[in-house]
Nanobody, 121 residues
Framework: QLQASGGGWVQAGESLRLSCAAS????????MGWFRQAPGKEREFVAG???????YYADSVKGRFTASRGNARNTMDLQMNSLKPEDTAVYSC?????????????????WGRGTLVTVSS
């Protein structure tokens, strides 16, 4: 089970930190990722961490968002800075058994409920 939290309403330029907590099984060496879906749009990849803790990002968030694992490695955070209205979406965390990185949603086996991020201009 995965559960995302930390969403909310902010103004453009502000920051938010999302957290993803896993329970029921360990994902300490798994590839974990963040995805988002805006109203009327398809789900898109945001950020990920491989099993070896290599981070990778979508071009749209590179330099603004930072993904990290928690000390227990069964959690994952997403620090979002310089938020823009186009970042408004439901953000979900996901994980897959392999440690190799992927930006493709269908390759992820485990998904949690999302958390809504709203950025006003």
């Amino acid at each position: 089970q995965l559960q995302a939290s930390g969403g909310g309403w902010v103004q453009a330029g502000e920051s938010l930190r999302l957290s993803c907590a896993a329970s029921g099984r360990t994902f300490s060496s798994a590839n974990m990722g963040w995805f988002r879906q805006a109203p009327g749009k398809e789900r898109e990849f945001v950020a990920g961490i491989t099993g070896r803790s290599t981070r990778y990002y979508a071009d749209s968030v590179k330099g603004r968002f930072t993904a990290s694992r928690g000390n227990a490695r069964n959690t994952m955070d997403l620090q979002m800075n310089s938020l823009k209205p186009e970042d408004t979406a439901v953000y979900s965390c996901a994980a897959r058994s392999t440690g190799f990185g992927s930006m493709i949603a269908r390759t992820y086996e485990y998904w949690g409920r999302g958390t809504l991020v709203t950025v006003s201009s």
